[in-house]
C-alpha cells in the first residue's frame, strides 16, 4: 500500500495517534487533536507527550517505553489518566509501538464509556450483594440462575445449593413468574418456618427476576400491634383529615356502646360531650376537632359521654396528631379510659370522708366546712347531746345503741330543712346548721321541735325506750367573724350549760357563759395540778353526841388552797372532780391522809373519835375502793369501827343492786357505812334495812327550818323514826343555833354536827399540837 494511503488511513483512524521523539510531540491525528481537545495541530506538536499524561500515570507509560528496545516491538496495553488542554482528565488503553532511535508511535482508545459500564456493574454486583431484598434470577423455565446473599439469608439456601434449581422449590410455593406486578405470598424457609413475602417478578432477557421483601418481622410486629390494641382496656378511635372516624378498637365500642360497623365513616363530632361541670360541649369544640385544627395535643381530659342508649359514662381522654412529624396530614388518633366505677368509688370516698359511716350525717370535717366563714351569711348551730344515752349503751349493748343513734340521726333529718346540715360529731353529739331559721323565737321553736321529736317512744327488740336531749344554740350574724371551730365550741358550751341547769333543755350561747367554761377548764387543771402539788388537804368537823354534849366523831372534808386564787369553795371543785377521774385519786389520797391523821391522834391523845369520809357517786364505780380502804386501814393502824364511810341518799339509789354489793364489802372489812343527805333521794324504810347502814344524816335543808317550820319539825321527827326502828343512828347536819339543837335534842336525835356546834378546821386547831 503506498504512503500516502497509509497516512490516510492513520489521520482518519477513530482512534488518538501521535507520534513522539525524545519525548517530544512530532505528530497527531484528527481524532488525536480532538482526544486533547486542540483546534489545530500546533497546539500539541512540539510539546512533551507527557504533558498530556496525568501525573498518576506517567511512570508506568514510561516504563512501558524503556521496554521497547526493538524497531517496530509493541507494548502490551496498559491503561493510562490522560489529561486534555482543558485540564480535564479521560482514562484511554494506550499502545506504544518503538519506530526507531527514540521515537515511539502511541495508539489511544478512549475508554471513559467502558469503564463506567463496569463501575455500574460493579455498583449493581454490591447492590445485589448487600440489598436486604432477596434478589432471584431465573431462567424462563424458573429455574436458578443467580440468587444474592440477603436469598441466603431469607430463605437459608446457600447460592450454590440454589443455582440450577427451580425457585419455587427453593422458596416452597408456586411463582407466577408471568403474571408480573406485586404480590404478598406465604413462603416457607429451608426449615419450614413460614415467611410472609412481598414479591416483585419482571420479565428480563430470557428469563426473570424476583424481587422478595421478607415482611415476616413487620407484619408480625403490625399483628402484635392490633392484638394490643384489641385488648386495651382503652378505647381507641382514628379519625382521618376529614374528621371521620377511620378505625375503632373494641374497647372503643365497648365504653361507646356502638358496634365498630356503625362507627366506621362516622364524624368524630356526633359522639355527644360534656364537661365535669355539666356543660355541652359544641361539635367544633371537642378534643379531636381542636386537635385537628390547631395540632395541640390534649391529655387527661375528663369528659362525660353520653351514649345512644341514654346511659352518662365518664372517660379520661387523650387526642394527639396520628403523625406529629406530618401535621399537615391531620388524622387524629383519640384514646380514652372508662373511669365511671373509679370515678364513682372516689365520689363514695369522697363521700365517706364527710359522712359518718353509722348515721350516714354530715361529719365533723363537712360540718366545719359548711361553717367556714367564707361567704356563709347568717346561720344558726344547734349542738344536741343525748340525755342519759350512756345508760342504754351500756344496758342494752352498743348494737342497741348504734340502732338508737341511726334513729335519731333519722329524726333530725325529718325535722331539719332541705337546705339544713344535720350532722354527728361523734359520741351522742348531733348538731344541726340551719341558714333558714335565725330568729330566737323561731330558734326556740325549732330547739323544742327537735327535742319532741327525739323524745317519741324508740322500740328497740320489744322495749320502749326514751330519750330527751341537751341543746345549745349559737346564733351567727353575716359579720360573726368566729371560726368554725369557735362556733362549734360555743354551742357545746351552751349545751353543757342546757345539762348542768337540768337537762332535757336548750340554752342560748352568750361571751359570758364562754367565759365561765374557760374559767372551769382552767380550775380544772388547776386542780390536777392541786393533787400533785399538796394543795388540798383535809378539814375536820366535829360531830357531837346530843345527850353528853361530847366530841364523838369528826367529818374529814376536803379544802382547796389556790396559789393565786386562794381558798376554792368545795360547790365548785368537787362537782369538777366528780365529772373527771379526779375523784378517785382525791379520794384515795384523803383516805389515806385522814386515816393516819386520826390514827395518830387516838393513839397520841387518847381520843375515842370516829373518822367519818364521804364517798362520791364515783367512787362507788370504782374497783379499786374496797382495797383501798383496806391498804389504809392496814397502813394507818386505824380500826376498822372507827373508820365510817359516808354515801349520799342519791348515790345510793342510782344503782340499788351495785350499791348494795359495793356497801357489803365495805361492811365485810368492818367499817360503820352512813346515808348522807336523807330526805332529798327516794329512799323507803325496806331499802335502808337492805343495805345494812349504821348511820343517817339527815340533809341540813330540814335542819335550816326546822325552828319556824311545822312541817320541817314533822319530817325530821318521822325521819328520826324511822331511822331508829331500824336501829340507825341518827345525825342531823347543819345545826346553826342553839334552838335549833334544842329542838333536835328534845325530838330524840342521836348526834350533831354545824357551825354552832364547830367550823371545820385543820387537825392541829382542832386537836391541838
Keep these: 500500500m503506498e504512503a500516502d494511503s497509509l497516512g490516510e488511513l492513520v489521520e482518519l483512524s477513530p482512534d488518538a495517534i501521535c507520534v513522539h521523539e525524545n519525548g517530544v510531540l512530532t505528530y497527531a491525528n484528527r481524532a488525536a ?17 507527557t504533558d498530556f499524561v496525568a501525573e498518576d500515570s506517567r511512570t508506568a507509560l514510561v516504563e512501558k517505553l524503556a521496554l521497547l528496545t526493538e524497531p517496530g516491538q509493541a507494548s502490551e496495553p496498559v491503561e493510562a489518566l490522560m489529561s486534555r488542554l482543558d485540564g480535564s482528565k479521560f482514562a484511554v488503553e494506550t499502545v506504544s509501538v518503538r519506530l526507531g532511535g527514540l521515537a515511539y508511535q502511541v495508539v489511544m482508545r478512549d475508554i471513559t464509556a467502558k469503564k463506567a459500564a463496569a463501575d455500574a456493574l460493579r455498583y449493581q454486583a454490591a447492590l445485589v450483594s448487600h440489598v436486604s431484598d432477596a434478589l432471584i434470577a431465573t431462567t424462563g423455565e424458573g429455574v436458578v440462575t443467580s440468587w444474592n446473599p440477603a436469598a441466603e439469608a431469607v430463605y437459608g439456601w446457600t447460592a450454590a445449593e440454589a443455582v440450577g434449581r427451580r425457585a419455587s422449590e427453593l422458596v416452597g410455593a408456586p411463582l407466577d413468574l408471568r403474571g408480573g406486578g406485586v404480590t404478598e405470598a406465604l413462603h416457607r424457609r429451608r426449615d419450614g418456618a413460614p415467611l410472609a413475602v412481598r414479591v416483585s417478578a419482571a420479565e428480563m432477557n430470557d428469563g426473570y427476576v424476583l424481587v422478595c421483601a421478607d415482611e415476616t418481622a413487620r407484619r408480625r410486629a403490625e399483628q402484635n400491634h392490633r392484638t394490643v390494641v384489641a385488648s386495651l382496656d382503652e378505647g ?48 367544633d369544640e371537642t378534643p379531636s376537632v381542636r386537635t385537628r385544627r390547631t395540632g395541640v395535643a390534649h391529655n387527661g381530659l375528663v369528659v362525660r359521654l353520653r351514649r345512644p342508649d341514654g346511659r352518662d359514662v365518664w372517660v379520661s381522654l387523650t387526642s394527639r396528631l396520628l403523625n406529629p412529624d406530618d401535621p399537615a396530614a391531620l ?55 343525748l340525755d342519759k344515752f350512756k345508760v342504754i349503751n351500756d344496758s342494752l349493748g352498743h348494737s342497741v345503741g348504734d340502732q338508737v343513734l341511726r334513729i335519731v340521726g333519722e329524726r333530725l333529718r325529718r325535722c331539719s330543712g332541705r337546705d339544713d346540715l344535720v350532722g354527728r360529731l361523734g359520741g351522742d353529739e348531733f348538731v344541726v346548721v340551719t341558714g333558714e331559721v335565725t330568729e330566737p323565737g ?68 352568750d361571751v359570758g357563759l364562754r367565759e365561765r367554761m374557760q374559767r372551769r377548764l382552767r380550775m380544772e387543771q388547776d386542780l390536777r395540778d392541786a393533787v400533785h402539788d399538796g394543795q388540798l388537804w383535809p378539814a375536820y368537823q366535829p360531830v357531837v353526841d346530843l345527850r353528853t354534849g361530847e366530841m364523838v ?40 391522809a385522814t386515816t393516819r391523821e386520826l390514827a395518830a391522834r387516838r393513839r397520841d391523845q387518847g381520843l375515842n373519835l370516829t373518822l367519818k369520809v364521804n364517798l362520791s357517786t364515783r367512787q362507788l364505780d370504782d374497783p379499786h375502793l374496797v382495797p383501798a380502804v383496806q391498804d389504809a386501814l392496814a397502813n394507818t393502824g386505824l380500826p376498822a369501827g372507827a373508820l365510817c364511810l359516808e354515801v349520799t341518799e342519791s348515790a345510793l339509789m342510782r344503782d340499788q343492786e351495785a350499791a348494795a354489793e359495793v356497801l357489803a364489802s365495805l361492811r365485810s372489812l368492818g367499817v360503820l357505812l352512813a346515808i348522807d343527805d336523807f330526805g332529798t333521794g327516794y329512799s323507803s324504810l325496806a331499802q335502808l334495812r337492805r343495805l345494812t347502814l349504821d348511820t343517817l344524816k339527815i340533809d341540813r335543808s330540814f335542819i335550816t327550818g326546822i325552828a319556824e317550820s311545822r312541817d320541817a319539825a314533822a319530817i325530821v321527827t318521822s325521819i328520826i323514826a324511822m331511822a331508829h326502828a331500824v336501829d340507825l343512828t341518827v345525825i342531823a347536819e347543819g345545826v346553826e343555833t342553839a334552838e335549833q339543837l334544842d329542838l ?24 391541838g399540837q
Design 442 to 509: 323561731e330558734v326556740r321553736a325549732l330547739a323544742e321541735h327537735l327535742r319532741a321529736a327525739l323524745a317519741e317512744p324508740i322500740g328497740v327488740l320489744g322495749r320502749q325506750l326514751h330519750l330527751d336531749a341537751s341543746i345549745g344554740v349559737v346564733l351567727v350574724g353575716g359579720a360573726d367573724r368566729r371560726s368554725a371551730e369557735d362556733l362549734v365550741r360555743d354551742a357545746d358550751v351552751a349545751m353543757y350549760q342546757a345539762k348542768t341547769l337540768g337537762r332535757g333543755r336548750h340554752h342560748f350561747f
Design 744 to 767: 333536835l335534842r328534845s325530838l330524840g336525835c342521836d348526834q350533831a354536827q354545824g357551825y354552832h356546834l364547830g367550823r371545820p378546821v385543820p387537825a392541829a386547831e382542832l386537836f
Design 236 to 283: 381507641v378511635l382514628v379519625m382521618g383529615p376529614g374528621g371521620l372516624i377511620e378505625a375503632a378498637n373494641p374497647a372503643a365500642c365497648r365504653i361507646l356502646g356502638v358496634a365498630e360497623a356503625e362507627l366506621i365513616g362516622v364524624p368524630c363530632h356526633t359522639l355527644v360531650l360534656f364537661t365535669e361541670s355539666g356543660q355541652w360541649i359544641p361539635p
Design 331 to 385: 388524622a387524629v388518633v383519640t384514646s380514652f379510659t372508662d373511669i365511671t366505677e373509679a370515678r364513682a368509688i372516689s365520689a363514695q370516698l369522697a363521700h365517706d370522708a364527710t359522712h359518718d359511716p353509722l348515721t350516714r350525717l354530715a361529719n365533723r370535717t363537712l360540718v366545719l366546712g359548711r361553717l367556714d366563714g367564707t361567704g356563709r351569711g347568717a346561720l344558726t348551730v344547734l349542738f344536741l347531746d
Design 33 to 49: 487533536l480532538e482526544t486533547f481537545a486542540a483546534r489545530s495541530a500546533a497546539e500539541v506538536v512540539g510539546r512533551r507527550f
Design 553 to 592: 366523831a369528826v367529818e374529814a372534808l376536803l379544802r382547796w388552797t389556790h396559789p393565786r386564787h386562794g381558798a376554792i369553795s368545795p360547790a365548785e371543785f368537787i362537782p369538777l372532780a366528780e365529772e373527771s377521774d379526779l375523784i378517785n385519786v382525791i379520794g384515795k389520797e384523803m383516805l389515806r
